[in-house]
T-cell receptor
Framework: NAGVMQNPRHLVRRRGQEARLRCSPMKGHSHVYWYRQLPEEGLKFMVYLQKENIIDESGMPKERFSAEFPKEGPSILRIQQVVRGDSAAYFC?????????????FGSGTRLTVV | AQSVTQPDIHITVSEGASLELRCNYSYGATPYLFWYVQSPGQGLQLLLKYFSGDTLVQGIKGFEAEFKRSQSSFNLRKPSVHWSDAAEYFCAGLVSGGSNYKLTFGKGTLLTVNP
């Protein structure tokens, strides 16, 4: 029973390029959450999605960032025109129902480096 | 505002010594509280969680935590540290009901274990 799968593990992009981060939730989980970890900081909530719906994107930067969770396939966090300040670790978590009543399961993260 | 504070950025202990990592919370109501561990380059693993009931919570890897409402604390403890416990530890919380999926993380405590 695979856990939350994120890929790629490491991603290097030049300034101005696009970054696409993928997250496949645990089997049977239909709720996905994205968090960002900046250097020497704790994780910060970005967005909560269910299949085909964005439930809460209050933690997403207003520009360049978008997320989706299609009916089929993984959830995608997309960052357009990346800048150095986007360099961070991005973690995805999933749960079988909405809310964190049982403790999230986190993936191993994607470490984005913008050069 | 809801917050979780970890006062110690870095702690060093000797192998075999006891460990206590501090966590303080600020919430309007009793929060759900969690401790996660992150090994270098890895994702977050849930050590234990507190929802209600017994204030002393047992977790994996020999860890425990005690919820103290009077002190707004949820400190993590282990009686005898192993070298493999060297990692970064994050305390996190959320409130039940409403946005009960949005974890608030502390900034983490880095644990170094000396032989």
């Amino acid at each position: 029973n695979a856990g939350v799968m994120q890929n790629p593990r490491h991603l290097v992009r030049r300034r101005g390029q696009e970054a696409r981060l993928r997250c496949s939730p645990m089997k049977g989980h239909s709720h996905v959450y994205w968090y960002r970890q900046l250097p020497e900081e704790g994780l910060k909530f970005m967005v909560y999605l269910q299949k085909e719906n964005i439930i809460d994107e209050s933690g997403m930067p207003k520009e360049r960032f978008s997320a989706e969770f299609p009916k089929e396939g993984p959830s995608i966090l997309r960052i357009q025109q990346v800048v150095r300040g986007d360099s961070a670790a991005y973690f995805c978590a999933s749960s079988p129902t909405g809310g964190n009543n049982y403790g999230y399961t986190f993936g191993s993260g994607t470490r984005l480096t913008v050069v | 505002a809801q917050s979780v504070t970890q006062p110690d950025i870095h702690i060093t202990v000797s192998e075999g010594a006891s460990l206590e990592l501090r966590c303080n919370y600020s919430y309007g109501a009793t929060p759900y509280l969690f401790w996660y561990v992150q090994s270098p380059g890895q994702g977050l693993q849930l050590l234990l969680k507190y929802f209600s009931g017994d204030t002393l919570v047992q977790g994996i890897k020999g860890f425990e935590a005690e919820f103290k409402r009077s002190q707004s604390s949820f400190n993590l403890r282990k009686p005898s540290v192993h070298w493999s416990d060297a990692a970064e530890y994050f305390c996190a919380g959320l409130v039940s009901g409403g946005s009960n999926y949005k974890l608030t993380f502390g900034k983490g405590t880095l644990l170094t274990v000396n032989p």
